[in-house]
DNA sequence: ATTATTACTTGCGTTTTGAAAGTTATTGCA
DNA sequence: TGCAATAACTTTCAAAACGCAAGTAATAAT
């Protein structure tokens, strides 16, 4: 147990890890919209400072993740990208959101809520599912 | 959308409230052990500081995710419990525990895997199965 | 009556956050 | 080829949050 951790608890070891206010919307920026680089996370409606936003990538990428790469031909855009550590964040994502629209109904957009009562129908083909559409997804 | 939340979008609202280091750690401690009281939490294995713990207690009795009462006789120890709202986060909470599992591995505790396994085999069934137990359980 | 327990609050130094501006290296365009 | 725009940061500094230690008030136990 090293010193990134509070105990040898899951749940808390988790939690030293994405337990703040950016690391999780970062995360939900690369799997539902398929944001890759720094500017496109930099205007997500929450508005992360650049700093924050700087810190978290580097730190996502120490944990292993995300991952940092370059397209061939461009040197100035990195490309960020899940590794399946962080792909394995979705059901984590998933069931966050549905606590979300059973519990803070009252200010959520309704845009999600499809893509939510989908997830409540059948929680495990959903998953597979997305699992497909980030395999798929043109880079 | 009042001042507490950064957007309208249903992951960034749930982390504006249980997106720290602190608030999931005492709703597992009411879960789990069964913890009720000030001075429970107070021990717990990650040691947080008793004025962090007075905020994280009042700020979710103020989001309606736990409340605070008395047991009749004893006017001295406050007993908090989870209201539904706060009982709703344990799909979240079993979701992390099995990502930890799955990915932190080296470090953890042994004693979590029996009950993140059988969380695995039936998460549904696993999950009513603990709603029950807090049901039941003796106050 | 005295001591212990419970649930805090206060003070204060340290760390983290957040807003804004500055920096460096490409890249696109005239 | 030169210049502006873009991408990805870094720096600065004030404000907020954290965390440790000590103190307090009410109740309960001896």
Redesign the interface.
Known sequence: ??KH?????????????I???WS??II?DMMFPGKKTYSEFSNS???IATNILSSRLSMLEELGIINKGKEEGNKKTNIYSLTQ?GK??L???L??????????ND???DS?KPF?NKFKSN?DEFAKNMYLFFENRKR
């Open positions: 147990m090293n951790f509070r105990s040898n608890c899951p749940i808390s070891s988790a939690l030293d890890i337990g703040d206010k999780l919307l939900r409606s929450e508005k550590k394995e964040l059901p984590i994502i069931e966050i959101a549905q606590w979300s629209d059973n519990n803070l200010h959520l957009k999600a939510v929680k």
